[in-house]
């Protein structure tokens, strides 16, 4: 598969893919240089595509436990699946990880509480919001892929590059 080298080295080239594809999948939409926003949306589709095979992937057991007081208690435990799992880890070497925001309005209490039981916020938005939509997307229209889109926009003044927008559809 051909990549374009956009002017920079391997290695300083695919950070800046990653961080950019990062970039997209959190705020769904970013601008960028054309030639550049070709290559983000085509990593981006790979990531998405990757979620989407393996976001049902999940192991759920019951186990039986005993309290203090002798009173024994069932308890459900959802686990990823191999397949997940691989995609998982996968996806944390591709993308870097984005730190959760505080919303407007929100106690630093809530946050807390919300922030403390995701380590990776960029992966679980992937699998748990992102992943699900596309796939019901799939369903509807009988097409998978497409889950990017490239518009041109101006032209930046000062280089004469033709900028362009990706965002999510």
């Known amino acids: 598969m051909s990549t374009k080298k956009l002017g920079k080295p391997t290695d300083q080239r695919?950070?800046?893919?990653?961080?950019?594809?990062?970039?997209?999948?959190?705020?769904g939409r970013i601008e960028t240089t054309e030639s550049r926003a070709k290559e983000v949306a085509r990593l981006a589709?790979?990531?998405?595509?990757l979620a989407i095979n393996s976001y049902k992937d999940v192991v759920t057991e019951e186990k039986t436990t005993t309290d203090s007081k002798g009173?024994?208690?069932?308890?459900?435990?959802?686990?990823d699946?191999?397949?997940k799992l691989a995609a998982r880890r996968t996806?944390?070497?591709?993308?870097?990880p984005r730190e959760e925001q505080k919303a407007a309005g929100e106690k630093a209490a809530s946050f807390k509480a919300r922030k403390s039981d995701v380590k990776?916020?960029?992966?679980?938005?992937?699998?748990?919001?992102?992943a699900p939509k596309y796939?019901?997307?799939?369903?509807?229209l009988g097409q998978k892929g497409g889950y990017t889109r490239v518009l041109?926009?101006?032209?930046?003044?000062?280089?004469?590059?033709?900028m362009a927008i990706v965002e999510l559809v």
């Open 71 to 79: 009173k024994e208690k069932k308890v459900t435990i959802s686990k």
């Open 45 to 49: 589709e790979k990531c998405i595509t």
């Open 14 to 27: 695919l950070a800046m893919l990653n961080n950019m594809a990062s970039d997209l999948l959190w705020y």
């Open 91 to 96: 996806l944390l070497g591709m993308l870097k």
């Open 120 to 130: 990776h916020p960029l992966i679980e938005k992937l699998f748990d919001e992102i």
């Open 135 to 140: 796939d019901r997307r799939a369903e509807e």
């Open 81 to 83: 699946g191999a397949k």
């Open 152 to 162: 041109k926009t101006t032209i930046r003044r000062g280089d004469n590059a033709s």
